[in-house]
């Protein structure tokens, strides 16, 4: 009977140790709303991202889109065993975000970035070393990204940051009259 209680504890034990330190599973609405608390946390008071101080920076919001860029690009860095923003195809950051259907069309502006890690075993440890770095803090921080997308694939994460403007109801006007005109780059 005495070994059966030792056995039970131990398996409670664990079993609160282990749901103390779950980990949420990647893509579930428990790991994207994770990553916005702890993002949009230090976004509502700023911060020091290394010598520079970023201020207060609107809340990000969640895209599917620039998710689906960050899975494809964390999967491809897993399976061809590599760590870069540029994929072994030549494929850039934004070439893969245009192609995950984030697109700039029709918008007055239109930003992006990327954060990449590897090896780290948890969302508060993947988010230290971000905020630590002063790039990838800088990111963070940007107003300029509205919206994230978030991926894990193994032990590859990859952050996508997007941001679109539309135009003004009165700027949509002028170019639906011919008096206003777009310019590509």
Aim: glycine share 10%; aromatic share 12%.
């Amino acid at each position: 009977m005495k070994v059966l209680t030792k056995g039970l504890l131990t398996a409670f034990v664990l079993l609160c140790f282990q749901s103390a330190f779950a980990q949420p599973t990647a893509g579930s609405a428990e790991f994207r709303s994770k990553f916005l608390e702890n993002i949009n946390h230090v976004r509502e008071t700023g911060c020091n991202c290394g010598t520079t101080f970023m201020p207060p920076a609107p809340a990000l919001v969640w895209n599917n889109e620039l998710e689906t860029a960050a899975m494809g690009h964390a999967k491809d860095m897993a399976h061809k065993n590599y760590f870069s923003h540029t994929s072994k195809d030549g494929r850039t950051m934004d070439k893969r975000i245009i192609a995950a259907g984030f697109g700039y069309k029709g918008y007055k502006s239109f930003a992006i970035g990327e954060n990449i890690a590897q090896g780290q075993m948890s969302i508060t440890e993947v988010m230290d070393g971000w905020f630590n770095s002063p790039g990838h803090c800088k990111n963070l921080m940007n107003p300029a990204f509205k919206e994230i997308g978030v991926a894990l694939y193994n032990t590859y994460w990859v952050q996508d940051f997007g941001g679109r403007e539309s135009f003004t109801a009165e700027q949509q006007q002028m170019l639906k009259s011919g008096k206003a005109k777009l310019i590509e780059n």
